[in-house]
């Protein structure tokens, strides 16, 4: 196994669908523009609710990637 380094940026990312949706909706946003994105690690999750339904979910993630 190669050695690396890793830096580290928060994202959040939101959808009216799932969890998921809003991790892969962020990671997805992050790797238009950054490179080598390695892992992610979910931070926090929150939801808004209308008239005692979830309406939409907001997850916050921090992702890693390999410095070049």
């Known amino acids: 196994m190669s050695e690396h380094v890793y830096k580290q940026v928060e994202l959040t990312g939101s959808s009216q669908t799932s969890i998921e949706d809003a991790v892969g909706k962020a990671?997805?946003?992050?790797?238009?523009?950054?490179?080598n994105i390695q892992w992610f690690e979910v931070t926090s999750t929150r939801g808004h609710v209308v008239d005692g339904k979830v309406a939409h979910w907001q997850v916050s993630l921090k992702i890693g990637f390999t410095l070049e």
């Open 27 to 35: 990671i997805a946003k992050a790797h238009e523009t950054v490179r």
